[in-house]
């Protein structure tokens, strides 16, 4: 059952109901300003910093689930009757209610009595700020004498704070009104320097700033006593909950339609004002109203979501495609690659599943975010892979996260994550790759963020293997530590109570826990060391790192290899994890996908084999799942993995995250047709058919599909903010599509099903544009290669002389040799 319908050529999808499954959330904002937006309004924004620096108040875990945001209240005098034209938190049954989530906008449209009203939501480029933009018309053949109210609540900045230190926070709330705008200050009396303001394009007739004054003690949202008597009380907040409630008038003859503009800002005066400033206890409003007077004209507005569509458009067009598959090319032209760009500026940080204040950005996740955006937006991956390896340790391992404020690792989390510095090397080859910029070798980059100890970005990645190669264990296998990609597997952290992971307490007699999987990433980046290492010209790294990876990988062949998949790890009492001889969790995904990409078992049999076992073991029409049988109790052994009741999160669900690493392997093998089945099982635009049962957005990938083994197969959790999104557009657009940047060229060998008759895609790879043009000629996927018509011999399309804008590429597939 669907929910709604894409718009493909708006970049939307439209959401016809209010009553979806759950609240479906977009984003808004792409720089430093960033608000969540669920298709009725609620959802918050913060500048920067989900935690230190939130705008809008947002209970998490409420009931019902999705309450607080950006309301507007309309209220006709003549009956008294109010409404929500964003149907939340109202809730009264409109006429026709659409919710159109776009790329970086959200248009949320009913009617109701006669009047149809639009708001529109997003944040202009290059400002701190928020635009809702309201449209009310009169559809009624008589006058209608309305009444608007815009609200927001305030947070007192520091989120955390904010929902659970109320005997401070009651009294410290301070807001100011003046020339038709309210000014949040909270914290402005101390050493902050930071407020919100919070204005309309229309004349105040009323406004409120505590809450209690605007919904009354004991009132909810969808009540508000100021809305239901049809006046505000122009209340000034001192302590409490300071909110911002604007109240306007409006009087529509027949047919008339009315715009009003309100905008929410966030402002920072510069430091040499701070001190004066404080003094005086005021804000330098000054700095906010040339903004409030730009962005409170239509025309500006107008422009402004112009300015936004172009930046998006620019962003896009890097790379489209044309395949037979309407699926794929949603989510490869729209949807992926925005899901991309929001784990870009989000990380794990804030969702409608993360609350903001939890975590900063993990060191995995960031390096392999950077997989599905460093072709959109190369210049911040670069940033971004600097920030990271800064957060490297001597060691060559690394902080498992760090705080994107200060750019510091997280002390409270650690290190020890043994395959994290791994993804180091991985995410530094995937940049240079698509720009070419071996340069960024060069770039000194401390370690643990300390002066003096900066070295060149190249030596933090041979520190990288190094560390896997000073910690292996009784069989030879790199030792997991505290975890490797599965965080929840936790072989040497017995923690003293079920969940609490992150708990190290000393194994039986020593970590000596080994992780398959580790050794196969090991293979993996060693090969991408190599290669990388040849680009360089640097013959000795070369043979070193093929050394590496040729010493493992009989290691993992031997005892990594279970007869039938490769086995997952080594517990700490030495005892295979992964195994056909284990009660529980006999297989699991993340070796196969892991080992076969690295190359592992693709002459013996192991590869083909090892898939084999995962379609028969792990495949469900809902995608595959991460291990099998799942724990069905709590091991002290195995830690937070068997927290998880079988069918949920790293205990037996489809993990999105690891399905791609499956779809890669089979193109390995050159099996399309199966790898383009996986990519379809778990694809969102495909599931959206079955949305009251996968219930999270259908346009964006979970991380999360409760596996077979769970009372409620099929349902999605965790929306937004995973690692799939990068993954899969990997996966779609590398491997199966074939279109790969290698350190030498743009290389095209797809992969893809026998029925698909041709291709076509537009792609921007080092300041050259690339036409390319798929045509199946036969079964197989043997390719021949013609660039500007002449046949080449590799795959792989030559760079082309300095100064080529546009290069024409042909690719017959299934060409007889
Ligand atoms: C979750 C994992 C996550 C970890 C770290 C665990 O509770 O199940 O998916 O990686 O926390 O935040
Ligand atoms: C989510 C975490 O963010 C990621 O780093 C981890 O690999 C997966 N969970 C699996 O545990």
Known sequence: MRYGYFDDKTREYVITRPDTPLPWFNYLGCEEYFGLISHTAGGYSFY????????????????????????????????GTYWSPTWMPVRRQLDTFTCRHGIGTT?????????????????????????????????????????????????????????????????????????????????????RNHFAYFTSSAPMKAFDTQRENFLGVFNGWDSPQAVAKGACSNSIAHGWAPVGVIQSELILAPGEEREVIFLLGYMENPNEEKFEDQAKQVINKSRALPL????????????????????????????????????????????????????????RSASGFETGIGRGMGFRDSTQDLFGFVHMVPERARQRLLDIAATQLETGGAYHQYQPLTKRGNDAVGSNFNDDPLWLILSVCAYIKETGDRGVLDELVSYDSKPGSEQPLYEHLQRAIQYILERTGPHGLPLIGRADWNDCLNLNCFSSEPGESFQTTTGKDGKVAESVFIGGMLVLAAHEMAELADYLGNKKDVDF?????????????????????????????????????????????????????????????????????????????????????????????????????????ENGSVFCHTNPWIMI???????????????????????????EVHRTEPYVYAQTIAGKEAPTKGEAKNSWLTGTAAWNFVAITQYILGIRPTFTG???QPVFPESWKEVTASRLFRDVKYDIHIQRVGPGNAVETFVEGRKIETPVIPLPPPGTACVKVEVKVGSPK
């Open 48 to 79: 920067k910093d989900a935690r230190l620096r939130r705008l809008i108040r947002y209970r998490y875990n409420n009931a019902p689930m999705d309450i607080g945001g950006r309301y507007i209240y309309l209220r006709d005098k003549a009956t």
């Open 545 to 649: 790192y093929n050394k590496v990876a040729a010493d493992m990988e009989p290691i993992v062949t031997s005892h990594g290899w279970d007869g039938e998949w490769f086995r997952r790890a080594y517990d700490d009492y030495g005892n295979p994890v992964g195994s056909a001889t284990c009660k529980e969790g006999q297989i699991f995904i993340e070796p196969q996908g892991m080992c076969v990409m690295a190359g592992i078992g693709l002459k013996d049999g192991k590869a083909e084999k090892a898939l084999q076992s995962v379609e028969k073991r792990l495949a469900t029409e809902h995608g595959i799942v991460v291990n099998n049988p799942g724990y069905t109790q709590y091991y002290l052994h195995l830690g937070e993995i068997s927290s998880y009741p079988p069918g949920y999160k």
């Open 665 to 691: 392997s089979e193109t390995k093998l050159g099996h399309g047709d199966k790898a383009f089945d996986y990519y379809k099982r778990i694809c969102p635009s495909v599931r959206e058919a079955i949305s």
């Open 746 to 748: 743009l290389s095209v």
């Open 292 to 347: 409030i007077k730009q962005f409170t004209q239509a025309g500006e507005v107008q422009s402004a979501l112009e300015n936004l569509h172009h930046y998006w458009d620019a962003l896009f067009s890097r790379f489209q495609v044309t395949t037979p598959d309407e699926h794929a090319n949603r989510m490869i032209n729209i949807w992926n690659a925005y899901q991309c760009m929001v784990t870009f500026n989000m990380s």
């Open 107 to 191: 248009t949320i449209a009913s009617t109701f009595v006669g009047i149809s009203a639009e708001v529109l939501y997003f944040v202009p480029m290059g400002q701190n700020l928020e635009i809702w933009r309201l449209r009310v018309k009169n559809l009624r053949d008589t006058p209608a004498n309305l009444m608007s109210f815009a609200s927001v609540e305030f947070c007192l900045w520091d989120a955390n704070d904010d929902a659970t230190n109320f005997q401070r926070n009651y009294n410290v709330g301070e807001v100011e009104v003046l020339d038709n705008v309210i000014y949040h200050k909270t914290e402005y009396r101390e050493r």
